[in-house]
Protein backbone atom coordinates (compact mmCIF):
# COMPACT_ATOMS: atom_id res chain seq x y z
CA UNK A 1 0.00 0.00 0.00
CA UNK A 2 1.42 3.47 -0.58
CA UNK A 3 1.35 5.88 1.67
CA UNK A 4 -0.01 9.75 1.07
CA UNK A 5 2.04 12.03 2.57
CA UNK A 6 1.01 15.79 2.95
CA UNK A 7 3.69 18.55 3.21
CA UNK A 8 2.29 21.94 4.25
CA UNK A 9 5.02 25.32 4.14
CA UNK A 10 3.75 27.49 7.01
CA UNK A 11 5.18 30.54 4.62
CA UNK A 12 2.83 32.29 2.23
CA UNK A 13 6.06 34.33 0.95
CA UNK A 14 6.43 33.27 -3.12
CA UNK A 15 9.56 31.76 -3.11
CA UNK A 16 9.69 31.12 0.70
CA UNK A 17 12.27 29.00 2.41
CA UNK A 18 10.16 26.80 3.67
CA UNK A 19 8.20 26.23 1.03
CA UNK A 20 11.21 25.40 -1.40
CA UNK A 21 12.70 22.94 1.33
CA UNK A 22 9.02 21.22 1.37
CA UNK A 23 10.01 20.94 -2.74
CA UNK A 24 13.22 19.14 -2.22
CA UNK A 25 11.86 16.80 0.61
CA UNK A 26 10.30 15.27 -2.20
CA UNK A 27 13.23 13.91 -3.32
CA UNK A 28 14.07 12.15 0.03
CA UNK A 29 10.90 10.51 0.61
CA UNK A 30 11.55 6.70 1.53
CA UNK A 31 9.95 4.28 -1.49
CA UNK A 32 6.27 2.97 -0.71
CA UNK A 33 5.07 6.49 -0.31
CA UNK A 34 3.54 9.43 -2.02
CA UNK A 35 4.49 12.73 -1.23
CA UNK A 36 2.99 15.92 -1.97
CA UNK A 37 3.14 19.89 -1.26
CA UNK A 38 0.02 21.35 -0.73
CA UNK A 39 -1.08 25.02 -0.19
CA UNK A 40 -3.57 24.81 2.47
CA UNK A 41 -2.75 27.82 4.38
CA UNK A 42 -3.62 30.46 1.74
CA UNK A 43 -7.23 31.04 0.90
CA UNK A 44 -8.49 30.11 4.37
CA UNK A 45 -10.85 32.50 6.83
CA UNK A 46 -9.55 33.51 10.20
CA UNK A 47 -10.73 31.17 12.72
CA UNK A 48 -14.08 32.43 13.96
CA UNK A 49 -16.40 29.70 16.06
CA UNK A 50 -19.61 31.70 14.33
CA UNK A 51 -18.66 29.61 10.93
CA UNK A 52 -17.01 26.85 12.57
CA UNK A 53 -20.51 24.81 12.16
CA UNK A 54 -21.32 22.00 10.36
CA UNK A 55 -21.24 23.17 7.31
CA UNK A 56 -18.02 24.78 7.54
CA UNK A 57 -16.53 27.66 4.90
CA UNK A 58 -15.87 25.40 1.44
CA UNK A 59 -12.01 26.10 2.26
CA UNK A 60 -12.01 24.96 5.57
CA UNK A 61 -14.19 21.90 4.66
CA UNK A 62 -11.49 21.25 1.57
CA UNK A 63 -8.38 21.61 3.84
CA UNK A 64 -10.22 19.45 6.69
CA UNK A 65 -10.37 16.99 4.20
CA UNK A 66 -7.22 17.02 2.57
CA UNK A 67 -5.53 16.51 6.14
CA UNK A 68 -7.91 13.45 6.45
CA UNK A 69 -7.01 11.78 3.79
CA UNK A 70 -3.34 11.95 4.33
CA UNK A 71 -1.24 9.36 6.22
CA UNK A 72 0.54 11.50 7.87
CA UNK A 73 1.88 15.79 7.50
CA UNK A 74 5.03 17.58 7.81
CA UNK A 75 4.71 21.01 8.75
CA UNK A 76 7.36 23.14 7.45
CA UNK A 77 7.47 26.67 9.27
CA UNK A 78 9.40 29.60 9.68
CA UNK A 79 9.61 31.74 12.72
CA UNK A 80 7.69 35.13 12.64
CA UNK A 81 8.22 37.32 15.94
CA UNK A 82 9.48 34.58 17.98
CA UNK A 83 5.91 32.83 17.19
CA UNK A 84 4.27 30.81 14.86
CA UNK A 85 3.30 32.59 11.33
CA UNK A 86 -0.40 33.38 12.07
CA UNK A 87 -1.68 31.53 8.85
CA UNK A 88 -0.12 28.19 10.06
CA UNK A 89 -1.61 29.18 13.49
CA UNK A 90 -5.12 29.70 11.72
CA UNK A 91 -4.90 26.35 9.87
CA UNK A 92 -4.23 24.20 13.46
CA UNK A 93 -7.03 26.18 14.47
CA UNK A 94 -9.37 24.97 11.72
CA UNK A 95 -8.06 21.41 11.78
CA UNK A 96 -8.10 20.46 15.54
CA UNK A 97 -11.79 21.49 15.73
CA UNK A 98 -14.51 19.95 16.57
CA UNK A 99 -12.32 19.30 19.93
CA UNK A 100 -11.60 14.97 19.83
CA UNK A 101 -13.53 14.66 16.37
CA UNK A 102 -11.28 16.03 13.77
CA UNK A 103 -9.07 15.15 11.17
CA UNK A 104 -5.36 15.36 13.01
CA UNK A 105 -6.94 13.07 15.98
CA UNK A 106 -4.32 9.90 15.95
CA UNK A 107 -2.36 11.21 12.63
CA UNK A 108 1.09 11.21 12.55
CA UNK A 109 2.66 14.91 12.04
CA UNK A 110 6.20 15.89 12.01
CA UNK A 111 7.60 19.60 12.24
CA UNK A 112 10.42 21.15 10.72
CA UNK A 113 11.18 24.52 11.83
CA UNK A 114 13.90 26.62 8.87
CA UNK A 115 14.95 30.21 8.21
CA UNK A 116 18.02 32.56 7.18
CA UNK A 117 18.49 33.67 10.98
CA UNK A 118 20.25 31.31 13.37
CA UNK A 119 17.29 30.38 15.11
CA UNK A 120 16.00 28.13 12.28
CA UNK A 121 12.18 28.26 13.34
CA UNK A 122 12.34 27.61 17.07
CA UNK A 123 9.87 29.09 18.46
CA UNK A 124 7.61 28.02 15.97
CA UNK A 125 8.59 24.29 16.38
CA UNK A 126 8.83 24.48 19.99
CA UNK A 127 5.13 25.86 19.88
CA UNK A 128 4.14 23.19 17.58
CA UNK A 129 5.69 20.03 19.11
CA UNK A 130 3.64 20.98 22.45
CA UNK A 131 0.16 21.85 21.08
CA UNK A 132 -0.13 19.37 18.25
CA UNK A 133 0.06 16.16 21.23
CA UNK A 134 -3.09 18.36 23.22
CA UNK A 135 -4.90 18.52 20.16
CA UNK A 136 -4.65 14.34 19.77
CA UNK A 137 -1.86 14.52 17.02
CA UNK A 138 1.01 11.78 16.62
CA UNK A 139 3.84 13.86 17.22
CA UNK A 140 6.63 12.10 15.28
CA UNK A 141 10.35 12.52 15.10
CA UNK A 142 12.87 14.34 16.49
CA UNK A 143 12.89 18.36 16.96
CA UNK A 144 14.11 19.61 13.67
CA UNK A 145 15.48 23.01 13.69
CA UNK A 146 17.17 24.14 10.23
CA UNK A 147 18.87 27.78 10.57
CA UNK A 148 20.86 29.78 7.40
CA UNK A 149 18.77 27.63 5.32
CA UNK A 150 19.19 30.37 2.85
CA UNK A 151 22.90 28.96 2.63
CA UNK A 152 21.64 25.73 2.38
CA UNK A 153 19.21 24.99 -0.91
CA UNK A 154 20.38 25.87 -4.16
CA UNK A 155 19.37 28.18 -5.86
CA UNK A 156 19.32 26.42 -9.23
CA UNK A 157 17.96 23.05 -8.29
CA UNK A 158 16.45 23.50 -5.51
CA UNK A 159 18.09 20.58 -3.72
CA UNK A 160 19.09 20.75 -0.31
CA UNK A 161 22.61 20.61 1.42
CA UNK A 162 23.55 17.37 2.72
CA UNK A 163 23.72 18.84 6.11
CA UNK A 164 19.85 19.78 5.90
CA UNK A 165 18.47 16.27 3.73
CA UNK A 166 20.02 14.36 6.78
CA UNK A 167 17.54 15.62 9.51
CA UNK A 168 14.85 16.33 6.96
CA UNK A 169 15.22 12.33 5.28
CA UNK A 170 15.48 10.84 9.29
CA UNK A 171 12.18 13.10 9.94
CA UNK A 172 10.22 11.36 6.26
CA UNK A 173 11.33 8.29 7.52
CA UNK A 174 9.90 8.29 10.79
CA UNK A 175 6.73 9.96 9.52
CA UNK A 176 6.26 6.92 7.19
CA UNK A 177 6.91 4.57 9.70
CA UNK A 178 4.82 6.33 12.23
CA UNK A 179 1.90 5.74 9.09
CA UNK A 180 2.62 2.46 8.58
CA UNK A 181 2.18 1.57 12.36
CA UNK A 182 -1.67 1.01 13.34
CA UNK A 183 -2.88 3.02 16.11
CA UNK A 184 -3.65 1.83 19.57
Not at 7 to 17: D, H, I, K, Q, Y
Not at 122 to 135: C, D, H, N, T
Not at 170 to 183: E, F, G, I, Q, S
Request: glycine share 10%; net charge negative.
Amino acid sequence: MTLNLLAVSGSLRSGSFCTRLANAAGSLVPDGAHYEVADLVRGLPLYDQDLDVEAAPEPVMRVRDRLAVADGVLLITPEYNYGVPGGLKNLVDWASRPFGKHCLVGKPVAVVGCGPSSRGGRASVEYLRMVLPALGALLVGDEVLLPKIDQHLDPDSGAASDEVAAPLRATLLALVDAARTPAG
